[in-house]
């Protein structure tokens, strides 16, 4: 099989190209998402609850029930949702255009066949329309090219974001897809406890997000769009440095948004690069050693040494 391309691997994607397929599709892993949130015992941050890239697609990882484990896998190439037990049975279901109320209800019949009684949290978090999953009939596309393109960026950007998380040795999470958010994440922390974070954050308990906030980090990761923004990768602080407004970072196409409080370098930059891996990790790195410079981060101990 012939080697992709930088272009193949790092697919366009305008964000308006696929509105109505990423708004249906957002919402459909949010249903998913919300078996781990309620099977997984409470890890700190919330990583318990996102999904996590696959060479098919996304996955939720195994889950505990009362028979055993399971998983749930979003498979991209196929289209089809999987759920597997450790009894060894498989249980799907096709990947077509279909309201989030139907969905739902097929997603929940799934769960019954697999003898799997979960309560699943009704309503979709992070978002301004908060209409409960079984009454959404108004998202209800699905574009598998769309989708496709879709995964295969999360398939490099994964790739990118956990080279740069080996270069850390103080506590960091795994890469992983948040589900509320729609982006995929890594963060990295500095051993330092962080004030309250002031929540507000639509449709989400502002204790939810005290706990994902509960530690001072530097975060980055990528974002598809949407709101009329295009696909981005980003980088911030928490708490928040005013200072890093007037940083310098790498490349030249990256720059500090004050209406988002963080860097963002365009996803077409990185893909219309010579070396797209290259420039992103570029990108990670300098808006990281910004950051930790800032905030004073004992950085001999946290990094590890190039080898």
Known sequence: MPIPTPAERWP??????????????????QVVGKTRLALCPMLNHWWQVPLYVTPRGLSTGPMPYAAGSCEVVFDFQQHQLRLHTSAGGTHQLALTPCSVADFYQQ????????????????????VEDATPFAEDR????????????????????????????SRFTGKCSPVHFFWGSFDLAVTRFSGRPAPP?????????????????????????????????EAAFYSYAYPGLPELAQARIQPAEAYYSTEMGEFLLPYEAVRS????????????????????QLAGWDRA???????
Request: hydrophobic share 45%; glycine share 6%.
């Open 301 to 307: 101990a946290l990094e590890r040494a190039a080898i």
């Open 138 to 165: 108004h998202h209800c596309a699905y574009d598998a090219a769309a989708v496709g393109r879709f995964w295969q960026v999360l398939l490099q950007a994964d790739h990118v974001l956990n080279e740069f998380r």
């Open 273 to 292: 690069a010579a070396n797209p891996d290259a420039r992103l990790l570029e990108f990670l790195q300098s808006s990281y050693e910004a950051a930790a």
């Open 197 to 229: 974070h002031p929540g507000g954050l639509p449709n989400l308990a502002d204790w939810v997000t005290r706990e994902s906030y509960s530690a001072e980090m530097s975060s980055a990761g990528w974002w598809p769009g949407g709101n009329g923004q």
């Open 107 to 126: 997603y929940r019949s799934l769960l019954r066949e697999a003898g799997i009684d979960v309560r699943l949290w009704p309503v979709p978090v992070e």
């Open 12 to 29: 366009a994607l305008p964000a308006d190209s696929w509105t109505d397929t990423r708004l249906t599709l957002h919402r459909w892993t």
